[in-house]
């Protein structure tokens, strides 16, 4: 008996209507990417495994999908490597490719390599699968899309701005009501400063940033597995504890880093950035606080956001939803030195991501879709015959020009089979074009929901129709 077909852990297939729900998410977000100035670009599914190693930190390094080099890849390969457990080496021997891991290292060796072709500042976004060996779980998928937009030869706080407004109009537009925590690396430079652990920075914004996930328990037990001391432990307690308004948090972080110029500049940016967004004229409907004057509840201040990845540099962003319990659905921050590993330093760049996959897991639980996204087809002729088929064709071809999404049943088979076609799909309209409607030149529409038969003409059809969306 033949093995039951299945995809891997972390993935999934989607249906018509998801896919007609996935693609509402990405035209939205697309939409607005737009109106905003950004152009769309693409780049490979696999990068050379020396663009993606050591850019994501030594856990993201372990997470990245290797692909076997094709043909024989064992040739020339010792017995010494096989069997000696050195599996990075192996894998090195064994694999020059990867599954991208995220969009924006390979976005900057995009900005290298056509460096020349650019006009900069560059502002692009990209909206492709990326992929990671991570444990699946609930909202965490081995294969997932992003939605990035980026702003490339600008050192301009205004670019964290934009991206802030965007964030606040795809969510809108979504009806889904979010928190924006904001935070910066030169704050938590300070930080590591100011407890005597200035080179453990990297340990420990990738500890905090489990803070979410693991408690303040195992986050203390990973700081101390990564060397750092009991005292500088306990002088970040506080700091991680931090309650209390904006305004509030950032006047006692500058007396907490008083003595630290690299944490002022941080906790400068972040001012700058909330005090432009506080007079901004967007407002968020659907949001407590709009960006209109009080942030708060909209914009959190966050010292325990640390963004893992390596590469950030100035402020960070991510984004939650506040009516489902789901991580986080949109991310990012600023990245000075990302393009300077492809070997042109000196530009900087901001960009955020939509996570795409858990944005569809928050629209499903709060039904938000609208319903002409969850409805494909809006009318269905039912097919009696040849010249009942070729009267419906060109009433068919008028709804369609008029952008009704319209089918006709491609086999004269019996009605009760037709309907229950059009019922399974969700189709809210069936057209039946018989002897009598063909005689009067007109179409007896019937609504699916109600059961009520009206006979139309075909431009009253089309009104009806494009009335109910």
């Not at 007609?20 to 950004?38: A, D, H, K, M």
């Not at 998928?141 to 964290?160: M, T």
């Not at 500049?265 to 909330?274: F, I, N, P």
């Not at 002729?381 to 009942?388: H, T």
Request: aromatic share 8%; hydrophobic share 35%; glycine share 10%.
């Amino acid at each position: 008996m033949a093995q039951k077909p299945s995809i891997p852990k972390g993935t999934r297939d989607f249906g018509p209507q998801e896919m007609s729900r996935r693609n509402y998410i990405f035209n939205t977000i697309r939409e607005v990417y737009s109106l905003y100035g950004f152009q769309q670009i693409e780049t490979p599914a696999m990068e050379n495994l020396s663009t993606l190693m050591g850019k994501y930190g030594e856990e993201g390094d372990k997470l990245l999908f290797k692909i076997l080099n094709s043909g024989d890849f064992l040739r020339g390969i010792a017995a010494d490597d096989l069997g000696g457990g050195a599996t990075g080496h192996l894998a090195a021997l064994l694999c020059e490719k990867g599954l991208r891991y995220d969009l924006t290292v390979p976005f900057a060796r995009y900005v290298v390599q056509h460096r020349d072709e650019l006009a900069l500042p560059f502002r692009r976004y990209q909206i492709q699968p990326v992929w990671r060996a991570d444990r699946p779980q609930k909202g965490r998928y081995r294969e997932f899309y992003q939605c990035d937009a980026d702003v490339v030869g600008s050192d301009s706080l205004l670019c964290e701005v934009e991206l802030m407004q965007i964030v606040d109009e795809v969510f809108r537009r979504f009806g889904i009501r979010v928190c924006i925590k904001i935070n910066n690396r030169k704050i938590l430079s300070g930080i590591a400063e100011m407890i005597g652990e200035a080179d453990k920075i990297t340990d420990i914004t990738v500890a905090i940033d489990k803070l979410d996930k693991i408690g303040l328990d195992a986050v203390n037990d990973e700081l101390r597995q990564d060397g750092i001391g009991e005292e500088a432990i306990q002088k970040l307690q506080p700091i991680i504890k931090l309650s209390g308004s904006n305004a509030e948090k950032i006047r006692t972080m500058r007396e907490v880093l008083a003595g630290s110029e690299v944490g002022q500049k941080g906790l400068d940016e972040v001012e700058t950035v909330m005090q432009t967004l506080s007079n901004s004229p967007i407002e968020g409907e659907n949001k407590k606080s709009p960006f209109n004057g009080d942030l708060e509840g909209l914009l959190d201040f966050d010292l325990t956001l640390a963004r893992g990845l390596n590469y950030y540099t100035g402020c960070i962003f991510e984004v939650k939803a506040l009516d489902v319990e789901i991580g986080s659905i949109t991310g990012g921050g600023r990245y000075d030195n990302l393009t300077g590993i492809f070997g042109m330093p000196g530009l900087s760049g901001v960009g955020i991501s939509f996570g795409a996959d858990r944005i569809y897991d928050v629209l499903n639980q709060l039904d938000l879709y609208p319903e002409a996204v969850t409805t494909a087809t809006q009318v269905l002729f039912v097919n009696f015959g040849e010249r009942e088929t070729a009267y419906s064709l060109p009433i068919a071809a008028g709804l369609r020009a008029q952008g009704i999404r319209t089918e006709i049943y491609p086999d004269a088979c019996k009605m009760k089979k037709q309907m229950q076609y059009a019922n399974q799909k969700g189709i809210p309209f069936v057209a039946m074009t018989g002897e009598t409607e063909m005689a009067e030149g007109k179409v007896m529409l019937k609504d699916m929901l109600t059961g009520q038969q009206q006979l139309l003409s075909p431009d009253e059809m089309t009104i009806k129709l494009k009335s109910r969306g």
